[in-house]
């Protein structure tokens, strides 16, 4: 439809505007952005001492989301997605079965525990970046 593609070299005008936006657009500020507002994740209380959370984290290996619920202190349903990378695949799975039912405070042990059981390799994302992520009191 369109023809063939030739390649060719990209001229300093729009090499300049490439850094530009490319300054602009990785921060959290236009990351988070909707509208005029800054967006970071979503709390649901449903009832005393049971929340339904709702978190995205951009780590430097890719973005990170988590659905879960907090139940008087402990982990509830959770499920993890995003655009990242994890060795073995279903690693996640296990993560999220290992929070589930498991006390907060706890968080740190755990995913400690559970990459040096697995040998879980997620490029560009660290256990500090799993608790930004899952940070029941909100976002900075």
């Known amino acids: 439809m369109l023809g063939p593609v030739k390649p060719c070299e990209k001229d300093p005008a729009l090499e300049n505007k490439i850094n530009e936006l490319r300054a602009e657009m990785l921060t959290d500020d236009w990351f988070f952005q909707k509208g005029r507002k800054r967006v970071s994740g979503r709390d649901i209380k449903v009832r005393a001492g049971t929340k339904i959370l709702n978190r995205i984290y951009k780590a430097p290996g890719g973005l990170i989301r988590a659905d879960f619920e907090v139940k008087d202190g402990s ?4 499920s993890i997605s995003g655009d990242f990378f994890c060795f073995p695949e279903d690693a996640i799975k296990g993560l999220e079965a290992k929070l589930e039912g498991a006390p907060i405070q706890e968080m740190r042990r755990l995913l ?3 990459y040096a059981e697995r040998h ?3 490029p560009g994302i660290e256990i500090d970046d799993w608790i930004q992520l899952l940070n029941v009191n909100g976002h900075k």
């Open 75 to 78: 982990f509830g349903e959770i």
């Open 112 to 114: 400690t525990d559970f």
């Open 120 to 122: 879980i390799e997620t």
